[in-house]
């Protein structure tokens, strides 16, 4: 009779935790480790490519000229992933009119997508350290200073304030979507609303939270740096997809495909950049 109990038991618990977990990642692909410290990975539909951001180097936030940003297919084929040379520690990538931005400590770096070549860099004085990137449909740029504790926006080449210190405590993640700037910052994520209300979605985004995407009207794919990706909907519920904390992997600012509902995984330290799909 006991075991009876002990086995009913066990069935219940597996059936409460299956229930419980909605969705889940299943791994497609992962690179060798042939990238350099990819930090940021960014899918372009357009041309069904991945751009990589490298930092290349021990330290994170160096101004040393070895950044890089490298490319491949969206099936994790055709690699360079040197594609462009002579940043520093690039970051977080948008893309707006065939120009591709990348967060480069105190600059954003302005790229030629069809030719590859920096066409100019545009210059954030007082930001300390560049981390994350978004661009509005109208071509507006927001970024994050994580160091810093600010958030700046970018229109027509000019850097301009739009959140400090005293909403922000270490901000990274940023997102775009219609009249709203999502924002992480901490283990928490945030919304900047079109009357420019500051408030909190969700909290408990343990090991600090990274790169985010929208996956549907207001639900969000949010990754941690230390190795977890969540899955966040707008009332502040969320489900754990993924933990790589025990095996020290990373996972840093994400990429994804909503045509094929894939996530882009950089694995920062682990040089490899790995592919899974939402279910």
Known sequence: M????????LVLLISVKLFSQKHQLIK???TDSIFKVPESVLFDRSSNTLYVSNIDGKDPWGKDGKGSIGKMGADGKNITVDWVTGLNAPKGMGIYQRKLYVADLSQVVVINMDSGKIEKKIDVREADRLNDLTIDKDGTIFVS??????????KDGKADLLLDRSSLGAPNGVLKY????????????????RDHVFSKMADGLDGGADGIERIRKNTFIVSCWSGVIW???????????????????????????AKTKTVFIPTFWGNTVAAYQVK
């Open 2 to 9: 006991k075991k009876f109990k002990f086995i009913l038991s």
């Open 145 to 154: 200073d994580t160091r810093g504790a600010k958030i700046y926006w970018i």
């Open 178 to 193: 219609k009249r709203n700037l999502f924002v992480l910052d901490g283990g928490g994520m945030y919304k900047l609303s």
């Open 231 to 257: 899955y966040v909907k707008g009332n502040g519920t969320k489900e754990m997809l993924l933990d790589t904390r025990a095996v020290k992997k990373n996972s840093a600012d994400i990429g994804y495909d």
């Open 28 to 30: 497609l692909w992962e």
